[in-house]
């Protein structure tokens, strides 16, 4: 079966956030995709987990022993036949329409973009951080981004050469290609687990990296803190 979008899962360690994140993938109102997990470097039960929705999804596994987003979003991209890729990290859930309003967008000449930003976690400085992303249509996009496969190939995939802030350097490589879209009616809701370890320093240090992305488009180095 050929399927109009791939949802590419890069997933270390996740075995303890990926099912809700399938589960938000079991009720989209868009049926024509296919779900590709590549579980990189895991020591836990993140492939098991994901083995298990294969009566729920049309999905693929791939276990990896190098490690790291952007390889992982590579790797799942080379196993995809499909038009549109949708990337989606394992600590992230989508609303119902969420596949839909990607599907849409790229049917009308959109070649990328992403879905409006939720915090699970509730905290005020969570809840600005997501609204900071709303000023420049997504900015750096988050851990849900999507584009076509003819853009993707276009910009070599994601960049494994850098630490963090890989989302950024993505969004700003697929911008260059042509219109992107922030879509506000459909969303992703993601843990801010990162900023719980770091605590407010952390908050601030990403923050601080965000808004010298915003004006200047200058990637900041730096790697993220360890949370599983």
Not at 24 to 45: R, Y
Not at 109 to 130: D, H
Not at 149 to 169: K, P, Q, T
Not at 192 to 216: C, D, H, N, P, S
């Amino acid at each position: 079966m050929t399927y109009t979008i791939s949802v590419i899962i890069p997933a270390h360690n996740e075995e303890s956030q990926i099912a809700e994140a399938l589960d938000s993938l079991t009720s989209q109102t868009c049926k024509n995709f296919e779900v590709i997990v590549v579980a990189n470097g895991c020591t836990d039960g993140t492939a098991k987990i994901a083995q298990s929705y294969i009566n729920k999804l049309s999905i693929k596994i791939f276990e990896t022993k190098q490690r790291g987003i952007a390889f992982a979003c590579n790797h799942g991209a080379k196993h995809s036949k499909a038009k549109f890729l949708f990337f989606l990290e394992a600590d992230t859930v989508i609303s119902h329409n969420g596949i839909a309003a990607a599907v849409n967008a790229l049917n009308q000449g959109k070649i990328g973009g992403t879905l409006k930003m939720r915090s699970k976690e509730k905290k005020v400085w969570y809840r600005l951080g997501t609204k900071l992303l709303e000023f420049d249509e997504g900015a750096g996009w988050g851990p849900v981004r999507f584009c076509t496969a003819e853009v993707y190939r276009n910009i070599r995939g994601h960049n494994e050469s850098i630490g963090w802030m890989i989302d950024a350097d993505f969004a700003k490589r697929v911008k260059a290609q042509g219109p992107t879209i922030y879509v506000k009616d459909a969303t992703q809701t993601t843990s801010m687990r990162r900023f719980e370890k770091g605590g407010f320093g952390e908050v601030i240090k990403q923050a601080y990296a965000y808004t010298l992305f915003l004006l200047t488009g200058k990637i900041k180095k730096g790697e993220y803190p360890v949370v599983r």
